[in-house]
C-alpha cells in the first residue's frame, strides 16, 4: 500500500506554467513506475507521462515538449512541471503508482488544473 498525495495545481492563463508534486508514503524506488494521469471533463482518462525507476520517461503526444516528469527518490516525490499551457490541458490530474508496466495500481486523489484567459 502507498498514499499520494498531489499539490500545486490552480488557475493559469494560457502559455503559463505549474508544477504539480506528489508526495508518497512509502519508498517510490521500490515501485516500477511513477505516472500522471489526467481527465478532462466529459472526456477519458489519459496517461500523460510516467517515468520508471530507471528514470526513463514517457510522454502522451498531447503534452510531449511542454511537460517534463521529474523524481526524487530520497524525497518519495514525483513531480509534473507544466509549461507552455493551453485550455486542453484543463483537467483533473492523478498521480499513479505502477507495479509493473503502464497499469496504474494506486492512485492519488487528485489536483486541479484549469488553463483559462
Known amino acids: 500500500q502507498v498514499q499520494l498525495v498531489e499539490s500545486g495545481g490552480g488557475s493559469v492563463q494560457p502559455g503559463g506554467s505549474l508544477r504539480l508534486s506528489c508526495a508518497a508514503s512509502?519508498?517510490?524506488?521500490?515501485?516500477?513506475?511513477m505516472g500522471w494521469y489526467r481527465q478532462a471533463p466529459g472526456k477519458q482518462r489519459e496517461l500523460a507521462a510516467t517515468?520508471?525507476?530507471?528514470?526513463?520517461?514517457n510522454y502522451a503526444d498531447s503534452v510531449k515538449g511542454r511537460f517534463t516528469i521529474s523524481r526524487d527518490n530520497e524525497a518519495n516525490t514525483v513531480y509534473l512541471s507544466m509549461n507552455s499551457l493551453k485550455p486542453e490541458d484543463t483537467a483533473v490530474y492523478y498521480c499513479?503508482?505502477?507495479?509493473?508496466?503502464?497499469?496504474?495500481?494506486?492512485w492519488g486523489q487528485g489536483t486541479q488544473v484549469t488553463v483559462s484567459s
Open positions: 499513479t503508482a505502477h507495479l509493473r508496466g503502464l497499469v496504474a495500481d494506486y
Open positions: 517515468i520508471t525507476s530507471g528514470g526513463s520517461s
Open positions: 512509502r519508498d517510490i524506488f521500490s515501485f516500477y513506475a
